[in-house]
């Protein structure tokens, strides 16, 4: 079974504190993204990437980076964590080249920034 | 990538079919249409997808018109299991490279009472 695993399932944090938000996949697929998810605002993209080092912006980047060292890991930066940050952060993984491009989700990261 | 609309809510009960309608008025040649289903603190999960016509798969139908400027989910005698979030989305297969990424809304909240 394909799976998408996020490191964390709940992370508290500090405003001001570089925090890292990790992303497996064993699925070899070329695309990940992240989203945050917030009530009554849906799932927002904030970064995705097509390939090993590259990234392209999604609607909400300002405050996040993203890195891509290797195909199965997709991090996702906040380089200096704010309150407004505290969300449910999802990643997720898709193979661009196939008719079914369906993404498969991770189970999310709640994140509290104080 | 097209905008979609798409009830805030529904609400059902046990055994009844659930039809939930997306408009999708600037839906562009190449896109498909692509439905997700999202359980509490739980990241979205592909149900089904489709480019016109009826496709119907163990989970849901998804019936398009010709025009595709529209489409709807069926769920078959819906379960209390049913109640979630059901995203609609509407997007290209980005060309041969497979660059995309998806824009989820805020979805349909159906809530199936017993």
Not at chain 1, 15 to 27: A, S, Y
Not at chain 1, 45 to 52: A, G, T
Not at chain 1, 76 to 102: H, P, V, W
Request: overall charge positive; hydrophobic content about 30%; charged content about 20%.
């Amino acid at each position: 079974d394909v799976k998408v695993t996020q490191s964390s399932r709940y992370l508290v944090k500090r405003t001001g504190e570089k925090v890292f938000l990790e992303c497996v996949q064993d699925m070899d697929h070329e695309n990940m993204f992240w989203y945050r998810q917030d009530p009554g605002l849906g799932l927002r993209l904030i970064y995705f990437s097509y390939d090993v080092k590259m990234k392209e912006k999604g609607d909400i980047p300002e405050g996040y980076s993203v890195s891509r060292e290797k195909k199965e890991r997709f991090s996702l930066i906040l380089e200096s964590a704010s309150t407004n940050q505290t969300s449910m952060y999802l990643c997720a993984g898709g193979d661009g080249r196939k008719t079914y491009y369906g993404y498969t989700f991770g189970s999310g990261t709640r994140l509290t920034v104080v | 990538l097209a905008k979609t609309t798409q009830p805030i809510s529904m609400d059902s009960y046990e055994g009844q079919e659930v039809n939930i309608t997306c408009s999708h008025n600037n839906i562009a040649t190449n896109d498909y249409i692509t439905w997700y289903q999202q359980f509490p603190s739980q990241g979205p999960r592909f149900i089904i997808q489709g480019y016109k016509t009826k496709v119907t798969n163990e989970v849901a139908s998804l019936f398009i018109p010709a025009d595709r400027k529209s489409s709807t989910l069926s769920l078959p005698r819906v379960s209390l299991s049913d109640t979630a979030v059901y995203y609609c989305l509407v997007g290209d297969h980005g060309g041969d490279t497979g660059r995309r990424a998806l824009t989820f809304g805020s979805g349909t909240r159906l809530q199936v009472q017993p």
